[in-house]
Each structure stands twice: as C-alpha cells, then as structure tokens.
C-alpha cells in the first residue's frame, strides 16, 4: 500500500515547508515511495481525521502520524530492514537534540529572514490567512521583516555558529554518512532556498558546502525542486 504524506504547498505547487522536508528526505533515505498530497494553510479540514491541523500528516495503510519527529520514529520502528534514520538508541537521542535546535533557534532564525518571501509565493487563497497569523505571532507587519532583512541575516549568522564549527571539521553532521539529523537541519535552508532568491549563505562558508552535498543526495532529490529567482 502507497505511503501518503499531505504536504504543504504554495503558488505553482511549491513544496517548502522545512518540516515536510523533513519528512520527504527521510522517506528517501528508507527508499520507501510516497505519494505527496498538496495542502493549503486553510484547507486544515483535509487533515481533520489526524488529529492536528499541520503538516506533515503521513498515512501509511492502517496508521496516521503527525509532526515530522513523529513520522521519522514511526519510519524507523515500522521499517528497521532499512537504512537507520539515527543510527541507534544513543544516535536517536542525540538526533532529538538536534531537533530541538531546530525548532527552537534555527527555524525561528531563518523565518525572520524569508517570511514576506513566503507570503509572495503563497496562493492567493492563502494569503489572508497566512499574513493575519504571521503578524499576530510576530507582533509587527510583514513588512517590517522585508526592512530588516539585513539585521535578522546577520542574527543568522551567529546562530549558525555550532552549526559551522561542527562542518569545518566532518562532511555530515551524523558522522560518516549523512542521516536524519542531517535532514533536520538541510530541510531549513531548503526553506530559505525555494523562497528567497537572496542565498543566505557566503559561498566560503562550510555550511553552504554541506548544503550542496546534501542537494546532491538521492540523485539530486532536493535540487531538482528549482531555487527562487
């Protein structure tokens, strides 16, 4: 039976939801196929029956999970013939850290950088309600996003700071070969990247070599999802 994940989509069916990557790379790794189904913020009925009103959603026969950590726990559980997503017991904890890190300090750093970037390649079904809820949890209009760019980049920038010391010394964060921890934080700069045509990475930077290797992953599954222009 087909996995089915509802997978979060903007204007042209732009796939960037970080968390759905998440999801998408993780997939790839276990080399299980999946149908992705496109989902609009206001469609929140479509996923009713899990319990949530987010993405990613996956449905594989008999079983619904939620939330991107969740789906890759399931994942490794329900599939341990295939290749591990953590690595083990000890790789599983140190890889909900990472997680954690994302959600708390790199997710919120980049979406200060790209969110009016968002808004314009939303449907225009989307748009009211993404723009009424953004700046009621930010506090400020979209547009003052778009007039400190420059200031929430270099707050990036020092918040990459483990991030960029771990990659100067090892080609993946998960060790020898990339894993789900790897996936965790790619799927962020996949964010900024199908949003933003400005790279929020300087081509010397030991992150933006990682972030072309991991493009390069599974014959290229993420780069042939076309950067903004």
């Given amino acids: 039976m087909t996995i089915t994940v509802y997978d979060l989509c903007g204007a042209n069916d732009l796939r960037f939801s970080p968390n759905c990557w998440r999801t998408r790379l993780a997939l790839a790794h276990k080399g299980l196929e999946a149908a992705f189904e496109p989902w609009h913020f206001t ?19 008999e079983h619904t999970v939620r939330d991107s950590w969740e789906i890759a726990t399931y994942l490794e559980d329900a599939y341990p013939e295939k290749p591990s997503l953590f690595g083990g017991d000890a ?36 748009r009211p309600y993404f723009k009424e809820s953004r700046e009621r949890r930010f506090g400020v209009p979209l547009d003052d996003f778009r007039a400190k760019k420059a200031d929430h980049v270099a707050a990036l920038g020092q918040t990459l700071t483990p991030l960029r010391t771990i990659l100067k010394a090892e080609d993946w964060i998960a060790g020898d070969a990339p894993a789900y921890a790897d996936y965790l934080v790619f799927a962020a700069f996949q964010w900024a990247r199908l949003v933003s045509p400005e790279d929020l990475l300087q081509a010397d930077d030991p992150i933006h070599a ?20």
């Fill in 91 to 126: 790789g599983r904890a140190v890889t909900g850290f990472i997680n954690a890190w994302c959600d708390s300090h790199l997710h919120p750093g980049v979406i200060r950088c790209v969110l009016p970037e968002i808004y314009d390649r939303l449907d225009e079904i989307d």
């Fill in 210 to 229: 990682w972030r072309e290797r991991m493009l390069d992953l599974f014959d290229g599954l993420a780069r042939g999802f076309d950067a903004a222009t």
């Fill in 43 to 61: 469609e929140k009925e479509r996923i009713a029956f899990s319990g949530g009103k987010t993405v990613p959603v996956l449905v594989d026969g």
